[in-house]
């Protein structure tokens, strides 16, 4: 059973370019998140996907969209890529359980350079 | 001041030892807790997950819980030297929004 896979893996961008990153989610799975992850820092919440909306989202601006698909796959788009958004971008999914906990597992993540 | 406060360590053990690692956080409505363990450039990976105050086991791992205080805390019997990581803790309201610690990073000397 596959986990859950991000592409790609590293990716080098120029400030002021666009980025899109992919995720696939684990088998069964219907939420995808996303986060991003400064180095020695914790992962900070980007946004959610469930249902193909956006059902959450933190403390981010617009240049940061996304997009979940029927098979429940997602993309994170940036625009005007800033230094600042050189980071480890982390994909997160999960199963609603009827308890209403959401165990979230995570890829391995895209490393995001913007020089 | 941050939500969850974590102290970044590091940490250094030596193997066969009792490893505490602790969180503390400011908001009340949290209810999910849990903690990550994470390799160096990886993702991090679930390790124990608990609901309100209390403990929970798995193998070598406890965590517990203790709303009254705001305080959690995971401990890791006899380490080793595979345990070296940092280790994240995690907390959720509802719904699945991760408010995340700095991560400690642990090291378990041979």
């Known amino acids: 059973d596959a986990g859950v896979t991000q592409s790609p893996t590293h990716l080098i961008k120029t400030r002021g370019q666009q980025v899109t990153l992919r995720c696939s989610p684990k088998?069964?799975?219907?939420?995808v998140s996303w986060y991003q992850q400064a180095l020695g820092q914790g992962p900070q919440f980007i946004f959610q996907?469930?249902?193909?909306?956006?059902?959450q989202r933190g403390n981010f601006p617009d240049r940061f969209s996304g997009h979940q698909f029927p098979n429940y796959s997602s993309e994170l788009n940036v625009n005007a890529l800033l230094l600042g958004d050189s980071a480890l971008y982390l994909c997160?999914?999960?199963?609603?359980?009827?308890?209403?906990?959401?165990?979230?597992?995570f890829g391995p993540g895209t490393r995001l350079t913007v020089t | 001041q941050k939500e969850v406060e974590q102290d970044p360590g590091p940490l250094s053990v030596p193997e066969g030892a009792i490893v505490s690692l602790n969180c503390t956080y400011s908001?009340?409505?949290?209810?999910?807790f849990m903690w990550y363990r994470q390799y160096s450039r990886k993702g991090p990976e679930l390790l124990m997950y608990?609901?309100?105050?209390g403990n929970k086991e798995d193998g070598r791992f406890t965590a517990q819980v203790d709303k009254s205080s705001k305080y959690i805390s995971l401990f890791i019997r006899d380490s080793q030297p595979s345990d070296s990581a940092t280790y994240l803790c995690?907390?959720?309201?509802?719904?699945?929004?991760?408010?995340f610690g700095q991560g400690t990073i642990l090291t378990v000397h041979p």
């Open positions: 088998s069964g799975h219907d939420t």
């Open positions: 608990t609901y309100s105050s």
């Open positions: 996907y469930y249902e193909e909306e956006e059902r």
């Open positions: 997160a999914s999960s199963l609603v359980r009827v308890s209403g906990s959401y165990e979230q597992y």
């Open positions: 908001n009340s409505a949290f209810q999910y």
């Open positions: 995690a907390m959720d309201t509802s719904y699945g929004k991760l408010t």
